[in-house]
């Protein structure tokens, strides 16, 4: 961040749009690859600018982790997440709900507070919450290992959101006290051909369900590469290719819909 | 006109015959309706984008222009349009369809279908009822250009089936919408309730009412979303808000926000915010909860689970306030418990404690009951529980028992325990309440309060021989100094010194036992003790004897204190006298003159005030005392000399003199280890008085006359007899009324007036009184054995004196000479 006047937006814009309840929630939909079952949400944040419309964070994050919002726009992401997720899951749904951990949230400590906070207010099964943060976050963390093990301990699951298949990699994630990889989405978008993408994810389920790690494929584009990767048994999937994010009540539609026509590849 | 939806099937666009027209439009149709009737996942389909499909496909073939109205549930048209169709043909179809306007209308209400023209076979528009949930929602009308083919029957019932089933896509997807609406604000409601839930849980939970309304703040934030949620209890002592991302709240107020005001219970909407009272039956606690939503508009739902929110709030409230008067009164019961003087003991009731208090520690030696640990019961104490419990199981009254040294943690103490039985609601099994208080320190006191009784009860029949005594002493000493000079032989003389000395000594005796039963008039003096030691060490010596070497050690930068002279130097002789005592077979004796500071700790076991002191040390490398000799060796009559040799009073004195002059004696010794006295003085920064030696002449005796008035026959008769040998004129009676006859009958000058105090009628002193007046100028010399010179109150002053008892003669001569010698 050169200087402040870099991005659009004020830091008092920001504020103000937060403290009056411009920002939002959305979900991402998970689906199971094979069965197309829905399985779970990625929460992802939204603003609801009054004149912009509905910017992504894209448009406001720069602002957002250089400001002393980060905390309480964190806090009250994850509160609001616990919070839907425990309607859906007291409406009779069971599904998993995965919140996005910045750099500055995992590096500022407390997490672990925060996290008891959001769950003993919204009383959500802590079983079904799965936080995500990045490699390099976990990377550059000495305490990286108490953090995951006091959040194992409350749990949740703990997830890297921009896994990369190398050599070696899921198992030391493993090692570190994670159980959730999301293979990243920048993984998927270069390997379009079928015979690339399985070479590269082949072997990785069953090595990932050995270590007890469960394995998401994150930004799905089309048909192929979802076949592909079901194919290499890659249990779960996220992408435009099979749903873009909603709000909450859209996701009440898709839960409604989906039990309507059941079986209904999505 | 925008296309929502393009029909998979594109129908074939020609003016065909009247069954391919009608039955394009039904295939179009079917495309239609597999696209519409399932509203499939993503956002809301609108109802106008709806209606422009099927405009379209009806107007692709079948129509030259669509007219599709609406009416609301009042009848009001809310939507006319019209659809060209595909040859551009646009305009009014009114024109083409004169009156077109009108047959609408009447479907719209009728519900039916028309033809125009109403009669005959060239059918140019049709136009169908849309019935929608059972009421009137509009109508669809089709209608052809002049130069096209008029509608056939077959038409009519296509067109029919289309609209109908328009009329039922619509009510399908109003149905959804209207069932999904109701879904989410279930789901809405579901949401709060769930929150409302947990939020009535940690409330509940709240320790005091600060927690209560941090937690109630942080809930209704999250319950309705909003920006701010504030609280403000009790006339604003109790207040806390909280912000969006705020994961706790803060407690105060937020003056910055205009809170709307509230009355009553009721929330209510007030532009942004929504407020609602909170409160308990106190009114003065009341407060409210308001929450401020920017984002979206308060529903009457919300006003419904505010007013929830309040009541949950309300009743925390009062749960805490009652929960902190219960908590205050068990405070104050524990607190009253914990500070009794006595040991109490919760106990079942088998005798095992339970519970006890700070009391029962200290007695007992036992550990705190909240830290944990073994209370050790003494068998004893344990049996005389159970014996106690089973007699509060009889009695059900309290039980008591004395015991007499138990031993607690190795000491011997004595103890009054007593037992109840105490059924405690909600308790099946009574708790046996036991009371335990050490008396060992009562029963010592008591015994020493009895022991100083009996002293004084001695002391009272000594003082009251030493009375008697003196008189006879007066005697003996007065007639002793007659004999003496009445007799030549110089062996006689000697024996007469004898007697003097040996009365000298039984008069030193009295005093002593006069001091025992009252308290003895102290005449201090600044004197420096060393010189006083130094002046007497030959006595000593001579008391000591040869076989008890005297050594002195003297600080001659000790100081000087502040004491009675003469009572000082009689315990510097009682000491050394006790010391040769205990050395039969001779030995050493030291005394020792230091100044020392005597620090807090030691000044609290001599019971004196911390500071600087003048010790005097008297110490012998005797026999030694034991335990015993060394506690009682101050009391008065206490002695190990045998009946013979020893008054009992010599330390009692000693004891007395430095603890009226604001010191302290301690002893030290050990059989076989010899025994020093420590004598405590505080030091005193005055001056020393330096006794001169009077160097007033010594007044010519005789020529003056002299009245005694005393009732002891003997005393009597020496005074007049020793008076007289001096050349004084005597007169002499009894009583004090006999005195006062002589001194009315006698006619001559009356200079001096000796008489006892104690005279049996009226006093000494009322009888000098009297005469003073009647006599002015005459002297009084008061003497007696048990009274002060407090007795000279109320006589001329200056023309009276005290002479103490016993007195020896030439005492008498001296006071009588001392008093006339003022009179010049």
Known sequence: ??????????????????????????????????????????????????????????????????????????????????????????????FRVSVNVSAR??????????????????????????????????????????RLRSLAELGVHRAVDDFIPDEGELERLADLGVDVVKIDRTFLAGRTGSGELGAAVATLAARAEALGISVIAAGIEDADQREVLAR???ATGQGFGLSEPYEADEIDRVLEDFSIFSGKPL | MARRATPPQSAVSEHAGGGGRADGLRARYVGFRGTHRYAGPGPRSEQDALLDDFAALAADGFADWVVVDLVDGAGATVRARLVSGPGGVGGDPGGVVPGLA??????????????????????????????????????????????????????????????WGLASIIERRMLHDESRQALRATQRMARQLHQLFAATL??????????????????????????????????????????????????????????????????????????????????ANRGLLAVRRRAAAFASEDVEIATLLAQAASAALESRALARGVERSEARLRALVDAAP???????????????????????????????????????????????????????????????????????????????????????????MVLIDDVTDHRQLKAEVAHAQQMELRGQVASSVAHDFNNLITLITGYSEILEH??????????????????????????????????????????????????????????????????????????????????????????????????????????????????????????????????????????????????????????????????????ASARRLAEASGGAIAVHSALGAGTTFEAFFPLTREAVVVELASTAPTPARGFATVLVAEDDDGLRRLMVQVLSRNGYEVLAGATGEEALGIADRYEGPID???????????????????????????????????????????????????????????????????????RN
């Open chain 2, 102 to 163: 009108g047959v609408v209308d009447r479907v719209i209400t009728s519900g039916t279908t028309e033809t125009w023209p109403a009669v005959g076979r060239d059918a140019r528009a049709v136009v169908v009822g849309l019935r929608v949930k059972d009421r009137a929602f509009g109508a669809v009308g089709f209608v052809l250009a002049p130069e096209s083919r008029p509608y056939d029957r077959g038409d009519v019932v296509a067109a029919e089936e289309a609209a």
């Open chain 2, 752 to 822: 001096l007036l000796v008489s006892d105090v104690a005279l049996g009628g009226i006093t000494g002193a009322e009888l000098a009184r009297s005469l003073q007046q009647s006599r002015p100028g005459l002297r009084a010399l008061l003497t007696s054995g048990t009274a002060d010179a407090s007795v000279l109150e109320g006589l001329a002053a200056g023309a009276s004196a005290f002479l103490p008892k016993p007195f020896r003669p030439s005492a008498l001569i001296d006071g009588v000479h001392d008093l006339l010698a003022r």
């Open chain 1, 232 to 234: 290499e048994s890659i």
């Open chain 2, 342 to 432: 006595i040991g109490i003991v919760e106990a079942s009731t088998d005798g095992t404690p339970r519970w006890w208090n700070r009391a029962a520690e200290r007695v007992l030696g036992w550990p705190s009951p909240e830290r944990g640990g073994v209370a050790s019961v003494p068998p004893a104490l344990a049996r005389a529980i159970d014996e106690l419990a089973a007699e509060a199981r009889v009695g059900g009254g309290p039980a008591l028992r004395d015991l007499v040294d138990v031993e607690v943690r190795g000491r011997v103490r004595d103890l009054t325990t007593s037992a109840a039985l105490v059924a405690l609601p909600e308790e099946s099994d009574p708790t046996l």
């Open chain 1, 1 to 94: 961040m050169p200087v402040s006047d870099a991005g659009p937006f004020s830091e008092a814009a920001l504020r103000e749009g937060f403290e009056s309840g411009q920002f939002l929630l959305v979900y991402q939909p998970i689906y199971d690859l094979q069965t197309s079952a829905f399985v779970g949400v990625e929460a992802l944040i939204r603003w609801r600018h009054p004149e912009r419309g509905l910017l992504t964070p894209d448009a406001f994050i720069d602002v957002l982790d250089s400001s002393d919002l980060v905390r309480p726009v964190a806090q009250w992401t994850l509160e609001t997440a616990c919070d839907q997720g425990a309607v859906w899951h007291d409406a009779g749904y069971r």
């Open chain 2, 486 to 651: 009445s007799i030549d032989d110089e062996r006689l003389v000697e024996m007469v010194r004898d007697i003097q000395s040996t009365a000298s000594r039984a008069s030193r005796l009295t005093a002593q036992l006069q001091s025992i039963g009252r308290s003895v008039e102290l005449d201090p003096v600044v004197l420096v003790p060393g010189d006083v030691v130094r002046a007497n060490a030959e006595v000593l010596e001579r008391v000591l004897g040869g076989d008890v070497v005297l050594e002195l050690v003297i600080d001659d930068g000790a100081g000087a204190v502040r004491v009675d002279a003469g009572q000082f130097e009689q315990m510097i002789l009682n000491l050394a006298i006790n010391a040769r005592d205990a050395m039969p077979d001779g030995g050493r004796l030291r005394v020792g003159v230091e100044r020392v500071d005597v620090p807090a700790a030691r000044a609290a076991r001599l019971g004196v005030e911390p500071g600087p002191y003048v010790l005097v040390t008297v110490a012998d490398t005797g026999t030694g005392m034991d335990e015993e000799t060394m506690t009682h060796c101050f009391d008065a009559f206490f002695t190990t000399k045998g009946p013979l040799r020893g008054t009992g009073l010599g330390l």
């Open chain 1, 105 to 146: 949230q995992w590096g500022a400590g407390g997490i672990d507070d925060d996290v008891r906070d959001a769950l003993g207010a919204s009383r959500f099964d802590p079983t079904l919450l799965v936080l995500e943060v990045s490699r390099s976050t976990l990377e550059s963390d000495p305490h990286a290992r108490a």
């Open chain 2, 202 to 283: 940690n409330v509940s939970g709240a320790r005091d009412e600060s927690d209560v309304a941090t937690a109630v703040v942080q809930s209704a934030r999250r319950v309705f979303d909003a920006d701010v949620a504030v609280i403000d209890l009790d006339a604003g002592r109790v207040a806390a808000w909280v912000g969006r991302g705020m994961a706790r709240a803060t407690r105060g107020h937020r003056d910055d926000l205009a809170v709307p005001s509230v009355s009553g219970e009721r929330a209510r909407v007030e532009g942004e915010w929504l407020v609602v009272g909170v409160g308990t039956v106190d009114p």
